[in-house]
């Protein structure tokens, strides 16, 4: 990335606002249309908002073919990095030790066995179903109270952080850092005067990316979205032996609490933002219950229930943990908002709940096709009617 110090450009072709991994797949991907974008972000760094708290999964097995279409975009991009984008691939730590979905219900496996047959007509025939024998002596750390599993081999993690920095770099865009957007007014002349708090800039047309504060911008500008904020939370356990390495993401398809391996212990998330919405804030207040609900084994939810070493491991005191927060930008249907608002030369690229890791890269290279007018429209339209989701969270 080319980071600016000093003074903002009197104008710009295109202003993103955000430097979240949104914000960058969407710098990349227009600079790479032949658009000459300028990032723009409040806090001192890149990457330091929803996108690092975020536990950088990504998988190919969705209830639906749209977001299935931008996992499979996106991952060929993580996969083939260096090719598409001339950056190096190291820094991305791309593994690929699969998605497993576990239950201990005879209904859950009839409804795993119906997704996965859908999944397989959408091309995906190689998600697997597992009877629990199988999935126990490929992952030997299941329950015997596991009867299926649903599992792709080739779904795993990225470093969010570092997909980030590498697709900034790759477009080549200036951004300027501790620059926070405070005004935004349409031009009479067209285009936008946008006050920031290291001055003023005159943009062509705006992007706005700014993950959880997306709403707040566009109503700067009279914009309604139909974006809601939840807080989100991840139990870091840094060191823990009894981990196995190499497992995969292991999800309790029953609760969908899950975990998977980082550092040298796991991550392990509950099933989907709770409560009532939120407002966006930077800091984003932890849930004191969180790691209990997950981490002990007495409570109905806990990791233990399909992965007993999780309450070994509790009643012998070998865990420490810390609590990571951040918060989901969700619309009515769960899936992103990729396109023009109501006004134009303002476009929007938010909204993408828990999918953004693994959805924005192909999310940028639809806008960036939309605003050039390559592509006339997509499944992700802001202006498109919402049918109510609950499911699909993880
Ligand atoms: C606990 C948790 C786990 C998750 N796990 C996964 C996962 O495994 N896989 C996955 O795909 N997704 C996951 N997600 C979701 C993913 O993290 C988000 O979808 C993604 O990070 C959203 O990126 P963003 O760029 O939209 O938002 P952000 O990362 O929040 O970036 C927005 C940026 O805009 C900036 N900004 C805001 N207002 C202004 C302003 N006025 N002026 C200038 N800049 C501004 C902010 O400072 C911020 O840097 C998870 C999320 C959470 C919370």
Redesign the pocket.
């Known amino acids: 990335m080319s980071k600016v110090e000093g003074v903002l450009p009197a104008g710009a072709e295109l202003v993103i ?9 969407t710098a990349f991907w227009t600079a790479r249309a032949g658009l000459s974008p300028v990032v ?4 001192p760094a ?14 190919l097995q969705f209830d639906n073919l749209e977001e299935t279409r931008l ?1 499979r975009e996106s991952v060929r991009l993580f996969l083939d990095f260096s090719e598409i984008t001339g950056e190096d691939s190291g820094p991305l730590a791309v593994r690929q030790p699969g998605y497993l979905w576990a239950t201990t219900s005879e209904d859950r496996a009839e409804e795993q066995r119906r997704l996965a047959a859908r999944q397989h007509s959408w091309g995906q025939t190689d998600i697997e179903t597992l009877t629990g024998d199988e999935a126990r002596r490929r992952f030997p750390y299941l329950s015997p109270e596991v009867v299926h599993a649903r599992y792709r081999a080739g779904d795993g ?1 990225v470093d ?1 952080r570092a997909l ?1 920095s590498c697709l900034l770099r790759a477009s080549k865009a200036p951004l300027h850092t501790s ?4 005004s935004l007014r349409e031009r009479p002349s067209g285009g936008f005067d946008i006050g ?1 708090d290291q001055g003023p800039i005159r943009a062509e047309q705006v992007v706005i ?6 709403a ?2 566009a109503a700067l500008l009279g914009e309604e979205l139909p974006l809601q904020v939840r ?4 139990v870091v356990v840094p060191d823990l032996a009894r981990v196995p390495p190499d497992a995969p ?1 292991t999800i309790d398809d029953d609760t969908g609490v899950h975990w ?1 391996p980082a550092l040298s212990g796991a ?1 392990v ?1 509950d099933a989907a ?1 709770r409560g009532p919405d939120a407002e ?1 804030v ?1 800091d ?1 207040p932890t849930d004191p219950d969180m790691a209990f609900r997950v981490l002990d084994p007495s409570r109905r939810e806990a990791a233990a229930r399909i992965s007993p070493f999780w309450g070994e491991a509790w009643r012998r005191g070998e865990l420490s943990w810390t609590v ?6 969700m619309t009515p249907d769960r899936r ?1 908002l990729i396109g023009q608002t109501s006004i134009e030369g303002m476009w929007v ?12 890269p192909a999310g940028g290279r639809i806008l960036a096709d939309l605003i050039t007018s390559r592509l006339e429209d997509s499944p992700f339209s802001p202006h498109r009617t919402f049918v109510k989701r609950i499911s699909d969270h ?1």
Do not use: W
């Open positions: 606002i955000g430097a979240g991994v949104v914000g960058a797949a723009l972000e409040a806090l890149p990457a330091s908002l929803t996108t690092p708290v975020s536990t950088g999964a990504f998988r996992a993690f969010p980030t620059c926070r957007v405070v920031t990316a700014a993950g959880p504060f997306s707040k911008l807080p989100r939370h991840k993401m998977r991550h998330l933002p966006p930077e984003v990571d927060s951040g918060q989901y930008t992103p690229n938010s909204g993408y709940s828990g999918h953004g890791i693994m959805c924005s993880i």
